[in-house]
């Protein structure tokens, strides 16, 4: 079946470094790819998100990049800081609105 | 200020136990969506109201059911949980198609 699945489960970082989350994505057909970032205990907040009619956005201190060639989606987070660790899902919004999330990467800052 | 509320944060419920969550949104968001989260694991997809329609998954038991009285509320309904429904509920809010807002999440533990 169709799905969206992550390459890297745990990330660790040290503070101040760049961190990339990478995600892969198998429905050729979606349009739509968005980022979430979770913390122990929360719910899911949105971070930025990307139309497959473009290849780049930019937010505060993050990218997103998107390879539809190779159905590649990255998430690029500057100056990782330890209120960045959290577990971080891509999810692509499929027909009719649906998400189909990825596995999520755990992002871990080390002082 | 909150946008997607839901309450309890935590509750507590006997096996059997018909418990409900509830979720409101001030949002206005036409669309409502019931997610189930456990440990470690991507948000799963219960069912969705899209305004007044019900959507539920195929593979959602008929154990979950789901309300919504208006367009700010929507109630998850647990008729007997058993020990495998203890998780996280998130809700998430969308107008139309578009990107989900999720609240902060219920978490269900069941005795």
């Known amino acids: 079946g169709e799905s969206v699945g992550l390459h890297l489960p745990t990330l660790s970082v040290q503070e101040g470094d760049n961190s990339i989350i990478n995600c892969a994505y198998s429905?050729?057909?979606?349009?739509?790819f968005i980022w979430y970032k979770q913390e122990s205990g929360k719910g899911p907040q949105f971070i930025i998100d990307?139309?497959?009619?473009?290849d780049k956005r930019q937010g505060q201190r993050v990218t997103v990049l998107l390879n539809k060639t190779v159905k590649h989606l990255s998430l690029q987070i500057a100056a990782t800081q330890p209120g960045d660790s959290a577990v971080y899902f891509c999810?692509?919004?499929?027909?009719?609105?649906?998400?189909?999330f990825g596995q999520g990467t755990e992002l871990s800052v080390k002082p | 200020d909150a946008m997607v509320i839901q309450n309890p944060r935590y509750q507590v419920t006997q096996f059997g136990k018909p418990v409900t969550l509830s979720c409101s949104q001030t949002?206005?968001?036409?669309?409502m969506y019931w997610y189930q989260q456990k440990s470690s694991q991507a948000p799963k997809l219960l069912f969705h109201?899209?305004?007044?329609?019900?959507?539920n998954e195929a593979d959602t038991p008929d154990n979950f059911q789901s309300r919504r009285p208006n367009t700010s509320f929507c109630f998850l309904d647990i008729r007997s949980p058993g020990l495998g429904d203890a998780a996280m509920y998130l809700c998430?809010?969308?107008?139309?198609?578009?990107?989900?807002?999720f609240g902060p999440g219920t978490r269900l533990l069941v005795l």
């Open positions: 990307i139309r497959s009619n473009m």
């Open positions: 109201y899209y305004d007044k329609d019900f959507n």
């Open positions: 998430a809010t969308s107008e139309q198609q578009e990107t989900q807002y």
């Open positions: 949002l206005n968001h036409n669309v």
């Open positions: 429905n050729s057909a979606s349009d739509y």
């Open positions: 999810a692509e919004n499929i027909e009719g609105g649906k998400l189909i």
